[in-house]
C-alpha cells in the first residue's frame, strides 16, 4: 500500500457521506486521501422527502451538501462507471468531460439502490419514483397543478382524471408519501378551492402483498390500513398493476379500471447496477457479498455497506440472515465500517457489525404517525412527534437540523404554502414561445431521465 492510501469512496449517501465524516475526522490531515465520488453533489436525507413535498420542510434543507462537509475530502461529481479492484483501479465519468482512470488503496462501495420496476406496459412513459429531492419537489408542484386544473374545467371527465392520484409500494417510502401528499392537497382543497371538495379526489395504493408497512407488526399495518381509509384512500392489498395506457387509464389486477394523471412508483428498490461493471463478489440478488466486519468476502481493501451490501446479521440465529436495507443499519454500518478501516491502517483487526434493530417510525400527514420503537408501539400524534424526533437527532450537521426545526417551528404558526410552481416543471417554455413569436412547440414535461439526468442516485 502507498505511504499516504488513497481511499475511494463510490456513493455519496448515507454510507458513503457518514463513512468519509468519520474519516475525516478520526484520521490525521494528510495520513489518507479521501476521494468521495457522486453523480450529485450533495446527500439527500430520504425519510424527509415526503414532508418536502408536502411543504412542511423546505427542499434544500433535506439536502447535505457535500463539498461543505466533507472539507477534507476530494468530491468527484460523477459517477464510477466501471472497477477493477485487481487493478485497484475505477473508471470515473465526470458530469462533463471525458472519463478517466483513478488510482485507489482502498475502497468504499457505497452506491446504495435505485428504483426497482418491473416490465409493466406504460410504466416507464408515465410513472414517476420517489428517491430523490428532484422527485419530490416535481410531485409537489404536479399534485397541486392537479388540482389547479380540476377546478379550472367544467368538464367531468378531465377534473376525475386529474383528481385521480395512484401510488404503487405499501413499503414506508410509499406510505409517507402517499399519506403526506393527500394531507396536503386536502388542506389545499378546503381552503383554496370553493369548487372543490376532498370528496372529488380519489386517492389508490396499490400493493402487491396481503400486507403494508412490513417493518411493524401485522396489527400496526392494519390499523394504518384503517386510518387511511377513514380519509377516503383506498387500499388495494393483494392487487399488482398491469398496466398504464397512452391516456393514462390505470388497470389493476382485480380488474379496476380508470383514469389518472399521477402515478407514483415506490415499490422496492434493487443494488446499484454499475456493481455489474465491477470484480467484486456478488449474491443471487446482485447484492455485494461481505463479511460481518463488513469487508468484501474474499478481498483485501474492499469495503461495503448499505442497501447494495450483503452483510450477515449476527444478532439472529437464522442461517443466511442478513440486515435490512434501510438507512437505520447504512448510518450505523457507515460508522463502523470507517472505525475498521481506520483499525486496519493502523494494523488491528476490524470489529463485526451487531446492531439490535430499534424500529421504525412513519408519519401518516400533519399530526399523524404509527411509530414502533424497541417494542412500544405508538398510533397518531404521539408517534408523529416520535417521527420528527427520530429524523431530525439523524439528519447529518448541526446546520440542517436547525435550518429543519426552524421550518417546523414556522409551519406551525403560519398556514402552510400550497402555491405549484408550474414553471419549474418547464422553465423554458415561455421563452421558447417569446423567441419564436408565439408559436412555441410543444414541449412535454421532463421525464423520470430528465429530472435527473447525471443517472441513478448513489445512496
Known amino acids: 500500500m502507498a505511504q499516504r492510501p488513497v481511499i475511494l469512496i463510490v456513493g455519496g449517501g448515507y454510507v458513503g457521506l457518514y463513512t468519509a465524516l468519520r474519516l475525516q475526522k478520526k484520521l490525521r490531515r494528510g495520513r489518507a486521501e479521501i476521494i468521495v465520488v457522486d453523480p450529485q453533489p450533495h446527500m439527500t436525507y430520504q425519510p424527509f422527502l415526503p414532508e418536502a413535498a408536502a411543504g412542511s420542510v423546505e427542499p434544500r434543507h433535506v439536502v447535505v451538501p457535500l463539498r461543505r462537509t466533507l472539507d ?19 473508471t470515473v465519468t465526470p458530469a462533463e468531460g471525458d472519463s478517466f482512470e483513478l488510482r485507489y488503496d482502498v475502497l468504499v462501495m457505497a452506491a446504495g439502490s435505485v428504483a426497482r ?11 414517476i419514483g420517489f428517491k430523490n429531492v428532484g422527485e419530490a419537489i416535481y410531485l409537489r408542484n404536479h399534485v397541486l397543478a392537479r388540482l389547479d386544473a380540476a377546478s379550472s374545467t367544467d368538464d367531468p371527465q378531465v377534473r376525475r382524471r386529474a383528481l385521480t392520484f395512484t401510488f ?69 392489498l393483494n392487487t399488482t398493476l398491469d398496466s398504464v395506457s397512452d391516456d ?11 383514469a389518472s394523471d399521477t402515478l407514483v412508483w415506490t415499490a422496492g428498490t434493487k443494488p446499484h447496477p454499475m456493481l455489474a461493471q465491477t470484480d467484486l463478489p456478488l449474491d443471487e440478488r446482485g447484492r455485494v457479498r461481505c463479511r460481518a466486519t463488513l469487508q468484501v468476502d474474499g478481498l483485501d481493501g ?17 442461517p443466511g440472515a442478513t440486515t435490512a436495507p434501510n438507512a437505520q443499519h447504512a448510518v450505523r454500518q457507515a460508522k463502523r465500517l470507517a472505525d475498521n478501516i481506520v483499525a486496519v491502517l493502523d494494523g488491528e483487526q476490524p470489529v463485526e457489525y451487531r446492531h ?3 424500529g421504525s417510525v412513519a408519519s401518516l400527514g400533519l399530526h399523524k404517525g404509527v411509530a414502533q420503537v424497541y417494542g412500544v408501539k405508538l398510533k397518531g400524534r404521539p408517534a408523529w412527534w416520535m417521527h420528527r424526533a427520530y429524523h431530525v437527532s439523524r439528519v447529518p450537521t448541526l446546520n440542517r437540523k436547525v435550518r429543519v426545526v426552524a421550518d417546523w417551528a414556522l409551519a406551525s404558526v403560519f398556514r402552510r404554502e400550497v402555491i405549484a410552481l408550474g414553471q419549474l416543471q418547464n422553465p423554458r417554455r415561455e421563452f421558447v414561445a417569446a423567441a419564436t413569436g408565439g408559436q412555441a412547440p410543444s414541449i412535454p414535461p421532463p421525464s423520470a431521465a430528465d429530472r435527473d439526468q447525471s443517472g441513478p442516485r448513489a445512496s
Request: net charge negative.
Open 72 to 90: 477534507q475530502c476530494r468530491v468527484i461529481t460523477g459517477a464510477v462507471a466501471g472497477l477493477s479492484h485487481a487493478d485497484r483501479t475505477a
Open 117 to 127: 420496476t418491473l416490465p409493466i406496459p406504460g410504466l416507464a412513459e408515465h410513472g
Open 168 to 236: 404503487v409500494g405499501g413499503g414506508y417510502a410509499g406510505i409517507e408519501a402517499f399519506a403526506e401528499l393527500e394531507d396536503m392537497a386536502r388542506y389545499a382543497l378546503e381552503r383554496y378551492y370553493p369548487r372543490l371538495s376532498p370528496a372529488d379526489m380519489r386517492w389508490v395504493l396499490v400493493e402487491a402483498t396481503g400486507r403494508i408497512l412490513p417493518e411493524v407488526d401485522a396489527d400496526m399495518g392494519a390499523w394504518t390500513v384503517q386510518q387511511l381509509q377513514a380519509r377516503g384512500m383506498e387500499v388495494k
Open 248 to 258: 393514462g387509464v390505470v388497470r389493476t389486477g382485480d380488474g379496476d379500471e380508470f
Open 302 to 318: 474492499a469495503w461495503a455497506a448499505g442497501d447494495l451490501a450483503a452483510v450477515p446479521d449476527v444478532t439472529k440465529d437464522e
Open 356 to 358: 439490535a434493530y430499534a
